[in-house]
């Protein structure tokens, strides 16, 4: 068990980081650059690009990583770009205009950090317009005048779709246009397209898709451009058992954004029900990244009629790759792991800590937790 989450751990370190170098290279090999414009510049002066390509009089708005931290939607992305060159997205190019921006937040993609260089959170940012990169965005939706907007993120591995013990492998949220949660015109399409996606999801990942929480806050950029009448659609990659690569969520995210255009260019948007969308199951926080159980707890320390403690990965930057610390999160058995340790096989618990050598710095906070107490 041990080595096997190991392997998992190192497996981590190779892909999350996408760089603007690391991406462009990537898009070149693609033989995708041809299409590529800078649309503007980052805080420190990074360029932004843009990717346009279609005919059609839907015009699609798509953007990735406005946090620098989540980059498997862009690879979604790029797989997406490669799929409109092939003869199969013929009638979605019909249909559709895409301008794509894979990377708004470049700055953040190089320190691998949600928020952008000076400390903002973009997707907090769209009523103060405080950064080159949020007003950027603003300015191309002026301009551009999309008929949909994609909005594509990843999220956290805490996340199970509905009360269960599945991971939300990928989740979507059709953002409201304002406090009472109406479903306005362009809400009930961003609503539908939802629902198409989850259809089509289905087989592939069962009851793992999620939705997310509706509270309405008008300086989140898709609340902003509901508000505005423009469906959007929030898109966040998530994970799948034993998947920290993400290739699953990826593949989830390329299945959802051809379903979702196919929908739009064929006009068959409205053989889609707003009444099938509550029924996807809300996200909720109930997974963590490993479970030690059956462990035996101190008498008088925080383990005391305890017998299972919770950690979570924080991904750190450093020297180019990322390195997963573990940190000791809860003790609350109502959260369930995504990896289980069973404390029993080891005689213990300072052996278990020292032999899975990426959490040894558990023992010590266990230890620590236990003499606070
Ligand atoms: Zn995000």
Redesign the pocket.
């Given at each position: 068990m041990f080595t096997f989450v190991h392997m998992k751990i190192k497996d981590l370190n190779q892909n999350r980081l996408l760089t603007p170098s690391m991406l462009y290279k990537y898009i070149d090999g693609k033989d995708l650059l041809s299409n590529l414009k800078i649309l503007g510049t980052s805080a420190e002066a990074r360029p932004i690009y843009g990717y346009r390509v279609g005919k059609g009089a839907n015009k699609i708005l798509v953007w990735s990583q406005?946090?620098g931290n989540?980059s498997t939607t862009t690879k979604a992305l790029i797989d997406f770009w490669s799929f409109l060159k092939t003869d199969q997205a013929e009638e979605i190019l019909k249909g559709c205009t895409f301008l794509m921006i894979p990377q708004l937040n470049p700055d953040g993609s190089e320190a691998y950090t949600?928020l952008n260089a000076n400390g903002v959170d973009l997707?907090r940012d769209f009523i103060d317009l405080s950064q080159p990169e949020s007003r950027l965005l603003r300015e191309i939706y002026d301009d551009f005048k999309p008929s949909y907007c994609f909005n594509l993120?990843?999220?956290r591995t805490i996340f199970s779709a509905g009360n269960t013990s599945i991971p939300a492998t990928i989740s979507f949220l059709a953002p409201s246009a304002d406090l009472e949660r109406s479903i306005t015109p362009a809400r009930a399409l961003a609503m539908k397209l939802i629902v198409a996606a989850n259809n089509k999801l289905q087989s592939f990942l069962p009851n793992a898709v999620g939705r997310y929480d509706d509270g309405f806050n008008i300086n989140c950029a898709g609340d902003y451009f509901t508000a505005q009448g423009t469906p959007t659609v929030l898109f966040?990659a998530g994970h799948y058992p034993q998947d920290y690569n993400r290739k699953t969520s990826r593949k989830a995210v390329f299945d959802a954004l051809i379903e979702m255009c196919e929908v739009i260019s064929f006009n068959k948007i409205n053989s889609f029900s707003v009444h099938d969308y509550p029924k996807i199951p809300e996200n909720q926080k109930n997974l963590r990244d490993i479970e030690i159980y059956n462990l035996k707890g101190t008498s008088n320390g925080i383990l005391s009629n305890k017998n299972k403690v919770f950690v979570q990965f924080k991904e750190e930057l450093k020297d180019g790759v990322i390195f997963w610390s573990p940190y000791f999160d809860s003790l609350n058995e109502e959260h369930e792991g995504l990896n289980k340790i069973n404390a029993l096989n080891h005689t213990d618990l300072k052996n278990i800590l020292v032999d899975f050598d990426t959490i040894k710095n558990l023992t010590k906070m266990i230890s620590l937790l236990s003499l606070h107490e």
């Amino acid at each position: 068990m041990f080595t096997f989450v190991h392997m998992k751990i190192k497996d981590l370190n190779q892909n999350r980081l996408l760089t603007p170098s690391m991406l462009y290279k990537y898009i070149d090999g693609k033989d995708l650059l041809s299409n590529l414009k800078i649309l503007g510049t980052s805080a420190e002066a990074r360029p932004i690009y843009g990717y346009r390509v279609g005919k059609g009089a839907n015009k699609i708005l798509v953007w990735s990583q406005m946090h620098g931290n989540e980059s498997t939607t862009t690879k979604a992305l790029i797989d997406f770009w490669s799929f409109l060159k092939t003869d199969q997205a013929e009638e979605i190019l019909k249909g559709c205009t895409f301008l794509m921006i894979p990377q708004l937040n470049p700055d953040g993609s190089e320190a691998y950090t949600r928020l952008n260089a000076n400390g903002v959170d973009l997707n907090r940012d769209f009523i103060d317009l405080s950064q080159p990169e949020s007003r950027l965005l603003r300015e191309i939706y002026d301009d551009f005048k999309p008929s949909y907007c994609f909005n594509l993120h990843g999220q956290r591995t805490i996340f199970s779709a509905g009360n269960t013990s599945i991971p939300a492998t990928i989740s979507f949220l059709a953002p409201s246009a304002d406090l009472e949660r109406s479903i306005t015109p362009a809400r009930a399409l961003a609503m539908k397209l939802i629902v198409a996606a989850n259809n089509k999801l289905q087989s592939f990942l069962p009851n793992a898709v999620g939705r997310y929480d509706d509270g309405f806050n008008i300086n989140c950029a898709g609340d902003y451009f509901t508000a505005q009448g423009t469906p959007t659609v929030l898109f966040e990659a998530g994970h799948y058992p034993q998947d920290y690569n993400r290739k699953t969520s990826r593949k989830a995210v390329f299945d959802a954004l051809i379903e979702m255009c196919e929908v739009i260019s064929f006009n068959k948007i409205n053989s889609f029900s707003v009444h099938d969308y509550p029924k996807i199951p809300e996200n909720q926080k109930n997974l963590r990244d490993i479970e030690i159980y059956n462990l035996k707890g101190t008498s008088n320390g925080i383990l005391s009629n305890k017998n299972k403690v919770f950690v979570q990965f924080k991904e750190e930057l450093k020297d180019g790759v990322i390195f997963w610390s573990p940190y000791f999160d809860s003790l609350n058995e109502e959260h369930e792991g995504l990896n289980k340790i069973n404390a029993l096989n080891h005689t213990d618990l300072k052996n278990i800590l020292v032999d899975f050598d990426t959490i040894k710095n558990l023992t010590k906070m266990i230890s620590l937790l236990s003499l606070h107490e």
